[in-house]
């Protein structure tokens, strides 16, 4: 039996061991609890980052927070994903971190569970301006937009970029997902999104659904 309370202390305390191996159990076990293991992992990163703020840790332990949250997906993956890739193959749809955003561990996994569920990822980085956005979605013809952040910032940014589509007469011919930890419903209306997500699964379940025409 899995206390994943314990595995959220687990990363909080950056204890890399404890955590690795009770991922692996998670697996062993047929990684049914894989989408629970993820949220405890993601529970452990609020306490890094409480413990952040509380001076406690330095940005050096955020750093290798963020190694221990990749390690934790790499062990996940294969249980994370549901359902199948039809329709789904060779859509194409660009994914990146806002700008003034430099956080993009979420935004990696969101890539590889969408890369998982069959869609083409163009991968546009960090810190990347609204006006670039728009021309990739211009020259490569692409249709779904996911936007990444985690800073508060990051919302004026997201909102930038919404009104940049609009701006360049693009705004009915895209479809936008925003998602990171300051967003919620609230966010999404306020920047002008189509749709939010917290987890990469609502994610997905959205970009099949506009893929699919709806
Ligand atoms: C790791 C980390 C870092 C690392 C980032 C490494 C990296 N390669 O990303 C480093 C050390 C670089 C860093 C730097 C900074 N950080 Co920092 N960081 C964090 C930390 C601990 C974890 C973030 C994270 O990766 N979470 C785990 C991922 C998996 O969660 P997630 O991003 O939310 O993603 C999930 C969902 O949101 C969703 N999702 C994510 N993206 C997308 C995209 C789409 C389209 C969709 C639909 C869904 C979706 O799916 C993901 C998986 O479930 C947070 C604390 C926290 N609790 O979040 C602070 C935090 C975000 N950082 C913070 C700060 C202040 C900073 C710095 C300013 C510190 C400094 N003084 O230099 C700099 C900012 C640099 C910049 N301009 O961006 C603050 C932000 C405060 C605020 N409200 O704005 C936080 C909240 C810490 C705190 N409590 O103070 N940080």
Redesign the pocket.
């Known amino acids: 039996m899995i206390d994943f309370n314990v595995l959220a202390e687990a990363m909080g305390d950056l204890d890399e061991d404890v955590m690795t191996e009770m991922l692996r159990q998670v697996m062993e076990e047929g990684g049914q609890k894989a989408q629970e293991a ?1 949220e405890a992992c ?1 529970k452990g ?2 306490i ?3 413990r ?2 509380d001076g406690e840790y330095f ?1 050096g332990d ?2 290798y ?2 190694e221990l ?1 990749t390690t934790a997906v790499d062990i996940l993956k294969d249980a994370l994903v549901t359902g199948d890739d039809s329709g789904v193959a060779k859509v194409k749809m660009i ?1 990146c971190t806002v700008k ?8 990696n ?2 890539r590889s569970m969408l890369e998982a569920a069959g869609f083409e990822v163009l991968d546009l980085g960090i810190d990347v301006p609204a006006e670039k956005i728009v021309e990739t979605a211009k020259n490569e013809n692409i249709h779904i937009i ?3 952040g ?4 990051a919302i004026d940014s997201m909102k930038h970029t919404v009104d940049a589509f609009r701006e360049a007469g693009m705004r009915d011919q895209v479809k936008i ?7 919620n419903a609230e966010v999404c209306e306020q920047t002008g999104a189509d749709a ?5 699964q ?2 997905i379940d959205y970009c099949k659904s506009w893929a699919a025409g709806n």
């Open positions: 993820m993601q990163m609020d890094v980052g409480s952040f703020e940005v955020l750093i927070a963020g949250m994914l003034d955003d430099l956080h993009d561990i979420g935004k996994i969101v996911g936007l990444s985690v800073l508060t910032l997902v925003i998602g990171g930890a300051p967003v939010w997500a917290s987890s990469p609502m994610t």
